[in-house]
Nanobody, 124 residues
Framework: QVQLAESGGGLVQPGGSLRLSCQASGGTFSFVRMAWFRQAPGTEREFVATVSRSGASTYYADSVKGRFTTERDNAANTVSLQMNSLKPEDTAVYYC?????????????????WGQGTQVTVSS
């Protein structure tokens, strides 16, 4: 299994932007699909975005479509989440996750490896 570590969280004003990164180590990065989830206090962890093994295809939750972009660099073993037009409701701990399953996966149970999470707070 790959080990994952997120970075890039912080405090940003509504309408602002933030870029999260996830560094993978161990395993074979290009063999796993990557995804981003988030969890706000008192809520379930929810799917945000996913990118295929090659990076050629992506899929987003409706709540972030058009505002967030995820991409990966298999040479550097990294995946990123560019978040634009941030809203207070985007406030959460953001996690990157990896799965060896084929095809788009949006359920938490499908992912075998998780990072420790990074806090994103959108507030004025």
């Amino acid at each position: 299994q790959v080990q994952l570590a997120e970075s890039g969280g912080g405090l940003v004003q509504p309408g602002g932007s933030l870029r999260l990164s996830c560094q993978a180590s161990g395993g074979t990065f290009s063999f796993v699909r990557m995804a981003w989830f988030r969890q706000a206090p008192g809520t379930e962890r929810e799917f945000v975005a996913t990118v295929s093994r090659s990076g050629a295809s992506t899929y987003y939750a409706d709540s972030v479509k058009g505002r967030f972009t995820t991409e990966r660099d298999n040479a550097a073993n990294t995946v990123s989440l560019q978040m634009n037009s941030l809203k207070p409701e985007d406030t959460a701990v953001y996690y990157c996750a990896a799965t060896s399953r084929i095809g788009v996966q949006t359920e938490r149970e499908a992912f075998e490896s998780w990072g420790q999470g990074t806090q994103v707070t959108v507030s004025s």
